[in-house]
């Protein structure tokens, strides 16, 4: 007994206790509770083993494959445009010498914002009635208002747009560190050697920031996957389904629904997803240092 | 191929002006060294040749065409970088060729070009290795090796060799010099050490505060500085620099230091200062020599002194002792063991001593 409080085992002890309480033991409940029907109002079904059952259900969900291929478009386009627009905010914001450091504060505004507020903001500007949007079109002769969040497609660009334009300074920030970081040398050594802004941009800038776009993009790829807050405020992922993202259709079966060993299940196959794109992104990251030389 | 002209250049960052109307004229083929203490304008003159900075004021050509509004890339000149500046994602083959790729060049000539640069500097062997797996010595030769294939009108290096030890330095510096044999292309170098400029150039030039000090070939340079500056920053050593005023004792024009010692006024020099007048007198180290182990000059002036210190650097001796109170170092050539706090006469060459006027900073 002496030899362990004097161990090192005793020094970890706390944080082993800490995580076992906030992360193990939460994971191994609802990996259990994936396996049974469990039911929110029934707590008996929590002991009901019952195998496979919910996954084999899930293959053939139809709904469920939906939310969770929109989520790949989702994810896919937003953080393709998310890295266009913060890298070209980035480059634009690194040309200039003047009020630098204001402009950079002034873009990270969206991020302070709660996401739940943005959601009303956006929902309040695309709304087909009263929407600030609708409004503004009708200046221009656009008399029969757009159903900016009942349209299928529409809802989805009206979603995507609010998650662009509160995330959007996130690559912005991280590419701006990354380009301040780049050395000059061999970009003056480009120009010398012949080479014209674009020419410079494509061998030297870019290669350098590769590492900034992947990390950028892993950060945001898990942020994304995610997303439910500010659909739930625009949308609640409908009308009927043509919105539904996966932590929609989840928290909906989880909370709504009742049905949590369902949910568990569904979280079990998304996360799949996240980590996915995680190992992606980090690949890609460890080529691109590798390219640099950086290990 | 082509001579280089500036034209009253100037060069200011903010209210700063780094170089001031400056004029010079780069002969074809000519290896020219700009020095000077850090801050003194060099680099931003070489690096407003390159098109890196802009011109404030005056005219840049190249060959007859002004460079001014010129890209980088328009000026067909090449540069060698402190930092060497590789591109680190880069094979040194196409770290090579990628200004020859830029060119858009055939796949053939730039494989050509590429290989004869490699075996100009000896580089053949990392040709497929990137530049992290390279030592200092060999990516400063890649530097080098980007720069000459491009075949340029100029070479630009600034301070290429300052981030080498001091053996590689030695090595590099001849390899440069070499290469200029080779090559035969216009060089123009930026370097603070002036025994890099002594030894490379054909004519050096040497910068202060943004203005020329003096421009000519190395001996010039050393044998007749036109400045106190120049004086004291060509030569290793440095040259000894003496405070004193002139008076007028007895008829007779003669230096008083400012710790009360008399020295004799050169005689080539008697005409050309007057009585009152604020002057340094500086002798280098090798013109004041310890009697007892060197031979008497002509023309001398003889003082005793305590040795401070001695450094014995094999074929010759630093001894360093004081003239009043400022300390000056002498050099002696015979092999011979000193002792500090010894007591050694020294015979100072009168024939060998410079005279600057302290208000202007001008050679008398």
Not at chain 1, 6 to 15: F, H, Q
Not at chain 1, 226 to 246: F, H, N, S
Not at chain 2, 93 to 98: A, C, I, S, V, W
Request: hydrophobic share 45%; with cysteine; net charge neutral.
């Amino acid at each position: 007994m002496k030899k362990f409080l004097n161990g090192p085992w005793v020094l970890i002890l706390p944080t082993i206790i800490v995580l076992t309480c906030v992360v193990f033991l939460p994971l191994l409940i609802s990996l259990w509770t994936s396996f049974t029907p469990f039911k929110l109002t029934k707590p008996d079904t929590l002991y009901r083993f019952v195998g496979f059952r919910n996954y084999e259900r899930l293959i053939g969900d139809y709904d469920f494959w939906v939310a969770f291929g929109r989520t790949v478009l989702f994810l896919t386009i937003a953080l393709n445009l998310e890295l266009v627009f913060g890298l070209g905010i980035a480059l634009l914001i690194n040309k200039i010498t003047y009020a630098q450091k204001t402009l950079r504060t002034l873009m990270m505004f969206p991020m302070m914002f709660s996401p739940i507020l943005v959601g009303f903001q956006w929902k309040y500007i695309f709304n087909d009635n009263i929407g600030l949007l609708n409004n503004f079109l009708r200046e221009f002769g656009v008399i029969n208002p757009i159903p900016w969040l009942v349209d299928a497609t529409l809802a989805n660009i009206s979603i995507m747009a609010a998650e662009i334009w509160s995330s959007t300074s996130v690559f912005a920030i991280l590419l701006l560190a990354g380009l301040m970081g780049i050395p000059k040398d061999p970009i003056e050594a480009a120009k010398v050697d012949g080479c014209n802004s674009w020419q410079v941009f494509k061998n030297i800038t870019l290669p350098f920031l590769m590492p900034f776009i992947f990390i950028a993009m892993t950060i945001r790829s898990l942020d994304v996957a995610r997303a439910y807050d500010i659909v739930q405020m625009m949308t609640g992922g409908g009308p009927a389904k043509r919105t539904e993202l996966l932590w929609t259709l989840i928290s909906r079966t989880g909370y709504v629904d009742a049905k949590m060993g369902m949910a568990n299940a569904m979280s079990y196959i998304s996360i799949f997803l996240s980590i996915a794109f995680t190992f992606f992104f980090f690949y890609k990251l460890m080529e691109a240092r590798k390219i640099l030389s950086y290990d | 191929m082509a001579k280089v002209t500036l034209e009253n250049v100037s060069k200011f960052y903010g209210n700063v002006e780094a170089v001031k109307k400056i004029n010079l004229e780069i002969k074809d083929k000519e290896f020219l060294v700009l020095v000077g203490p850090s801050g003194c304008g060099k680099s931003s003159s070489l690096r407003m040749i390159a098109g890196l900075e802009e011109i404030d004021e005056g005219i840049i050509k190249i060959g007859d065409q002004t460079v001014n509004e010129l890209e980088p890339r328009e000026r067909n000149v090449s540069m060698v970088f402190q930092n060497y500046a590789l591109y680190p994602h880069m094979t040194v083959e196409e770290n090579l060729g990628f200004s020859l790729k830029i060119a858009a060049q055939e796949k053939k000539e730039i494989e050509e070009r590429v290989e004869e640069a490699a075996e100009i500097l000896d580089i053949t062997e990392f040709l497929q290795r990137k530049p992290s797996q390279l030592s200092g010595g060999q990516r400063q030769r890649v530097a080098m090796g980007r720069a000459i294939v491009r075949r340029p009108d100029v070479f630009l290096f600034d301070e290429p060799l300052s981030n080498l030890d001091a053996k590689l330095r030695n090595q590099m510096r001849t390899e440069i010099k070499r290469l200029h044999q080779k090559v035969s292309t216009t060089i123009v170098y930026v370097t603070h050490d002036q025994v890099e400029a002594m030894t490379l150039a054909d004519r050096i030039v040497i910068m202060k505060d943004g203005i020329i000090e003096q421009i000519g070939s190395p001996l010039d340079l050393f044998e007749r500085p036109a400045t106190k500056f120049v004086a004291t920053f060509i030569g290793s050593p440095s040259m000894n620099m003496i405070n004193a005023t002139i008076i007028n004792e007895n008829n007779q024009l003669i230096m008083k230091t400012d710790d009360g010692i008399f020295v004799p006024v050169p005689q080539d020099k008697i005409n050309s200062v007057k009585d009152g007048q604020k002057i340094s007198f500086g002798f280098r180290a090798e013109d004041i020599v310890p009697l007892r182990f060197g031979q008497k000059p002509n023309n001398h002036w003889d003082m005793k002194s305590k040795v401070n210190l001695a450094e014995p650097l094999g074929t010759e001796t630093l001894i360093f002792t004081n003239f009043g109170s400022v300390e000056i170092v002498s050099r002696m050539f015979t092999p011979e063991q000193v002792n500090s706090n010894e007591n050694l006469d020294f015979s100072l060459n009168l024939d060998r001593t410079y005279l600057f006027d302290d208000e202007t900073g001008m050679a008398i």
